[in-house]
């Protein structure tokens, strides 16, 4: 019997910190993760028939830019739900199952660009911008008055 959780609402849940790192890290693909929804089941502990919930987490994986997924998504779901049992190992009752995958367009001008573009540290290559355009801004003030 599956539930929603009426107690919380999903957008206020949270991959724990720690965790999401433990995701990055073994997983390196994938740039971050998101709760969709939260899924509750009523299972009966096969011991000794005490009524156990169980929660089945439905995430989405967003992936870094020119990456792409290596596995298929049940694969993902299987490998994150172990990682969540080795990081929280009093925690068996929780499972993850990834809805979907976000991956983002990386298109040949991006490709070109990172390969041509000469690299400067975002700072350097801000000044550098606005150097540019303080130019061509004074350049058209004075050609105001050459006129």
Do not use: A, C
């Not at 596995?71 to 993902?76: A, D, F, G, I, S």
């Not at 070109?112 to 303080?134: A, N």
């Amino acid at each position: 019997m599956k539930k929603q959780l009426p107690i919380y609402e999903v957008s206020d849940l949270r991959i724990p910190k720690e965790f999401e790192v433990v995701i990055l890290k073994m997983i390196p693909e994938i740039e971050s993760v998101e709760i969709q929804d939260v899924q509750s089941t009523m299972m009966y502990n096969t011991r000794n028939f005490e009524p156990v919930e169980h929660f089945k987490v439905q995430i989405v994986l967003h992936f870094k830019k020119g990456e792409e997924p290596k596995k298929l998504r049940e694969e993902y779901s299987i490998e994150i739900s172990n990682l969540f049992i080795y990081t929280f190992s009093e925690y068996g009752f929780v499972s993850f199952h990834v809805v979907f995958f976000n991956i983002p367009e990386y298109t040949n001008q991006d490709k070109f660009f990172e390969l041509f573009l000469e690299k400067r540290p975002p700072i350097l290559k801000y000044t550098y911008i606005l150097k540019k355009k303080f130019w061509k801004i004074w350049v058209k003030f004075l050609s105001l008055f050459n006129k």
